[in-house]
DNA sequence: CACAGTCTGTAACTAATACCACATTTTAGC
DNA sequence: GCTAAAATGTGGTATTAGTTACAGACTGTG
């Protein structure tokens, strides 16, 4: 299996190792949409995704979602369960046809007990979580919408190591991954084209404008409100900026 | 060194263990208000503070800072360092007088060699930080000012396993922790008060209304708007609730 | 090809809360 | 205990972004 060898955790292990594993744990597909656990199940153990992509996502009481990850394959999910705790903080649903691997609490230590260098993958793929996170909280409490998409553009476009970059979700889903609305998501991304940042083709963006866009994300400069792509140039908006 | 025992990272270790440990890594005092590392310098390994308290932050171009953490005696900070990372993904500064001890990441390495639960400890407090980050990360982006204050508050009575709570530190700073500014955190205190749900005796609070506070934290009811105490019980404003 | 369903875009309105200015209280140093 | 500095409280205003409503575009299906 070729998915297994591309997983980070599984680093360092020799061919016949991660054949073995690969034939020593469970899998199972998920067809897009269906829900692979929910918040406050109790949990077992934790998941590799070993092909598709799937979202890790809260939701509050009135029923809005707040996406936590984007899991793409190879990663592992659900790592938290593997200790201090025994209920998911979190959804987990397929956002298109995926396939995972299953790992029992008492599974996990049996792993750890062949292969201790597993460990310490999983101790740096826990503290690169960490550091999303990180991040994740300060784009919420101290960016706003603009600067929140302006980054996250950027991101991909560094991933996949092109100016267009295609989202893989909707922009429903990438609202709520930036923790914002699909409206309010929209009137942003127009008046990007509008500025000449971006182009957009459905779920195909093209970046147009990378310096303005960094300049956008680091919060040295505003977004035009108006439609209008001529306007007098330089900042405008965000007028608290200037003091 | 009894606060030497007391920290979690070292369970399971025999005393002479920790008395070894105690001897072997240096330590350094802070006084209240001085910065510990700063976000983007490069992090040679982690910390443990001793005693003391000191808060974990990040901050926004504007000035505006965003605590991700308020750090209690006995727990480790800046562990993402391990591994991964080379640069501090934040600010460390003592909001009193602390003292900390210092691991370099070759110094956790040779600790983990003798003492390979360590690294199952580390693991375990990983993975609870990654669960208050899942929680700190649906509070800002899912709930309203209240809601959270609310939820602070309960967290707080929990863990002291009393009815009065001490803040511990400003309001200024608690505004920060829940990601707003000292005057709407002012406001939101005297309209709880107003609404009899606590009373407040400077960085002294105390819970009138358990319940009240509880159906405020899960969304259930809003905080009145007025300052009179004396309104419709029942659930008022958020009328998109009702829908 | 028509239909239904979902996704996306636009507009008007509103609510939450950040920003600014200033009064008041508390704290700390002398 | 007095004074300066910091922290806190309050009023008024501005702004971001959520809410509601609806129209158009895209998708897949019979």
Redesign the pocket.
Known sequence: MDAMAAVPLFKGLSEKQIDDLARAFPRRSYAAGETIFREGEPAEGFYILLSGRLKIYKLSM?G?EQILHIIEAGEPFAEVALFSETTFPAYAEAIRESEVMFFSRKAFQQLVRNDPSIIMNMLAILSQRLKYFTRLVEDLSL????Q?LAAYLLFLADREGSRQVS?GI??????SLL????????????RMAGGGLIE?Q??RITIIDRDGLEALAEGMR?LQ?G?SRFQVPGRR????RE?
């Open positions: 009135e809005k960016k706003e919408v603009p929140r989202l909707s922009k429903g889903q990438l609202a923790g914002t609305i699909p409206e309010t998501l929209s009137r942003i991304t127009a957009m459905g779920r505003g409100k439609g908006l965000k007028t608290k003091a």
